[in-house]
């Protein structure tokens, strides 16, 4: 049996009375590392938490090499552990289809999303968003442009466009490096922003929403990770009016 359990989004708290409970039972815990971090726990917290062993996994051992996991799973309960909810991310998504054609039966506890959280801290509304898109880091010799032309769709459409940033081991993409890069990349296609959103340790005691324009949001100091940029299309009068209260706009 593989279940896939999302811990929400901050720490060890945040997760399920039901998802608690499947972990406390399972034979083997492991945790995914790389598409999101829960920022306000570390492994070790959540295995006293659990009062269980939590195994990392890379994206290496789960994207390419998930033999091990999956032979475990045919013959014992695994649990497998990640921030935020378990099918936002496509990689779990292939990992639960290559358990299916193996013959394992798998189920999922849900836990709370950045997808729905940005809506509640921002106020932007869920359906008026369009496509998501990932910023990474720019690497020599290679700067994908797919996020502003996804951004420029969107705002075509008067959509929304949430941005998921970078992680790298350590290395934690910033609102303020995010908004340096798209402005670039804008720049670049002859695109303007007006307007972006920042968000900073969604789920925490102190989370930080900003809104404003390029300028505005590259003097704020957002704090420790994690961060994501929102980059709104049109805005409704509500929207507008939640972002001044909330995000001062």
Partial sequence: MLTFVGLGLYDERDVSER????????????????????????RKRLAEFYGR?????????VEQYPGELLARAENSNVVFLCAGDPMVSTTHADLRIRAAEQGIPTAIIHGASITSAVCGLCGLQNYR??????????????????PIDVVAQNRELRLHTL????????????????VEILETMAIGK???????????????DTPV????????????????????????????????????RFAGL
Wanted: some cysteine.
């Fill in 19 to 42: 998802g608690l409970a499947c972990i406390k039972s399972a034979d083997y815990v492991v945790l995914e590392c790389y598409t999101s971090r829960l920022m306000g726990a570390t």
């Fill in 53 to 61: 062993p939590v195994q990392p996994l890379t994206r290496e051992e």
């Fill in 129 to 146: 968003f369009g496509r998501s898109c990932s910023l990474p880091f720019p690497e020599k010799n290679w700067s994908p442009s797919s």
């Fill in 163 to 178: 941005v998921y940033l970078d992680i790298q081991r350590e290395q934690f993409m910033t609102v303020g490096e995010a």
């Fill in 190 to 204: 002859r695109i303007t922003i007006p307007l972006y959103i920042g968000i900073a340790r969604a789920g925490s």
């Fill in 209 to 244: 929403v900003m809104a404003g324009t390029a300028d505005r949001i590259r003097e704020v100091d957002f704090g420790p990770p994690l961060h994501i940029v929102v980059v709104p299309g049109e805005l409704h009068d509500m929207e507008r009016i939640y972002l001044e």
